[in-house]
C-alpha cells in the first residue's frame, strides 16, 4: 500500500495570495524541482525570478511562470561568479524591489568512482553546489541586512549530507557543506530577521534530470518501473511535496523554524539495517572496467 499519493498538482494548502506583493529568487528554476518550486510559490501570488545559466531552461521557466498568471524575470546567471549573482540581484531589485525568498536550488552533479574523479570535476561541483549556494546566500543577506527587512533563505540539500554518498563524493560533501551553512547562517543573521532553512528532496524523478542521473538511477534501481519499490513509501516522491514544502517554510506559519533541515523523502534515508543487501563495488555498478592508473 504505502504512503498514499499527495493531491494533484494545482492544490495549495496556504491561503490564496500568501505570497501576493512578494518576490521570490531562485536558481536553477528552468528545470525540475526548482521549476515545481518556483510554481508554487507562482501559484500563491508571488512574483519570480530565475537565475540560471542556459537560455533554453529560463525559457522553460519563464512559460511556467506566464501560465501560471505569474510576473517572471529570468536572469542569466552563473552562480560561481559573485559578480554575476551581484548584477542578477540588482536586475531583480530593478523590476520587483529587493526579493523576499532565496531558494537556492542550482546544483551540479554526476556520478563518478572517487578514484576517477578528476580535481576538474570536483572543483566544479563543489564551485557550483556550496559555493554558489553561499555566493548567493551572501548577496542576498547583505542587501536585507542592509535594508533592515526580514527574508527567507531555503538552501535545497540532499540526504547523503548525512551518509556519505559513494559514486557521488563531490555532490554529497557539498550538500553536507551546505546543510552545515544552513546551520551557521541562521544562528548569525537570525537577529535582523532572516530565516536560514535546508530542504531535502528524496527521489523525486522528473524529464530534466540530466542522461548521467537517469542511467544511473536505472542501473542502480531497475529502472523507473521499479523505483518505487525501493522506497518505504512504496512510491517516489511528486514535484509538487517538495514546492508545498517550500512555500510553507517561507510563509508566515513557518516563521519560527529557522537553521533546520526539513527532509521530504518517505524516509528513504533512513532505511538501514544489520543486514543490507550485499556490497557492490562502485565501479560494478556503474558497470566500470578494473582501475588503472
Ligand atoms: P536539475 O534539473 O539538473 O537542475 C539543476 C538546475 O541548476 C538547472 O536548472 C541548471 O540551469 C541550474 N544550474 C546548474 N549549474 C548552475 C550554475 N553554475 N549557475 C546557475 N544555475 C545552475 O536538478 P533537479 O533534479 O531539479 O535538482 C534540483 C535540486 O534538488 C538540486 O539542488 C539537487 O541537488 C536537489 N536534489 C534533487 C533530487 C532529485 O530527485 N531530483 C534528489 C536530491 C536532491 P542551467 O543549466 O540553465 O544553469
Not at 32 to 42: C, D, R
Not at 132 to 143: K, Y
Not at 161 to 166: D, I, L, N, R
Not at 258 to 280: C, E, I, Y
Request: hydrophobic share 40%; glycine share 10%.
Amino acid at each position: 500500500m504505502g504512503i498514499p499519493a499527495p493531491p494533484p498538482v494545482g492544490d495549495t494548502a496556504l491561503k490564496p495570495g500568501t505570497f501576493d506583493g512578494q518576490t521570490v529568487f531562485i536558481t536553477g528554476a528552468g528545470t525540475g524541482l526548482g521549476k515545481a518550486i518556483a510554481s508554487e510559490f507562482a501559484r500563491l501570488g508571488a512574483s519570480i525570478v530565475i537565475a540560471s545559466r542556459k537560455l533554453e531552461h529560463r525559457q522553460a521557466g519563464e512559460d511556467a511562470m506566464k501560465a501560471l498568471g505569474a510576473e517572471v524575470l529570468t536572469v542569466e546567471c552563473d552562480i560561481r561568479d559573485p559578480d554575476a549573482i551581484a548584477a542578477a540581484f540588482d536586475a531583480a531589485a530593478e523590476r520587483f524591489g529587493l526579493p523576499n525568498v532565496l531558494v537556492n536550488n542550482a546544483a551540479a552533479n554526476f556520478p563518478v568512482p572517487a578514484e576517477d574523479m578528476s580535481p576538474n570535476a570536483w572543483r566544479t561541483v563543489v564551485d557550483i553546489t556550496l559555493n554558489g549556494t553561499f555566493f548567493c546566500a551572501r548577496e542576498f543577506g547583505r542587501r536585507h541586512l542592509d535594508a533592515g527587512t526580514p527574508a527567507s533563505i531555503i538552501n535545497i540539500g540532499a540526504t547523503y549530507a548525512w551518509t556519505g554518498g559513494p559514486g557521488f563524493a563531490h555532490s554529497a560533501a557539498a550538500k553536507a557543506g551546505v546543510k552545515n551553512l544552513t546551520e551557521s547562517l541562521a544562528v548569525e543573521w537570525g537577529p535582523s530577521g532572516i530565516q536560514v532553512n535546508c530542504l531535502v528532496p528524496g527521489l523525486m524523478p522528473h524529464e530534466d534530470m540530466t542522461g548521467d542521473i537517469q542511467e544511473n538511477l536505472a542501473r542502480t534501481h531497475g529502472g523507473p518501473n521499479k523505483w518505487d519499490l525501493c522506497q518505504p513509501a512504496m512510491r517516489v516522491g511528486e514535484r509538487q511535496e517538495l514546492g508545498w514544502a517550500a512555500t510553507f517554510l517561507a510563509s508566515p506559519y513557518g516563521r519560527f523554524i529557522s537553521g533546520h533541515t526539513l527532509v521530504v523523502d518517505g524516509a528513504n534515508w533512513q532505511r538501514r539495517s544489520l543486514t543490507n543487501p550485499a556490497v557492490v563495488p562502485i565501479r560494478e555498478q556503474m558497470g566500470k572496467p578494473p582501475f588503472e592508473m
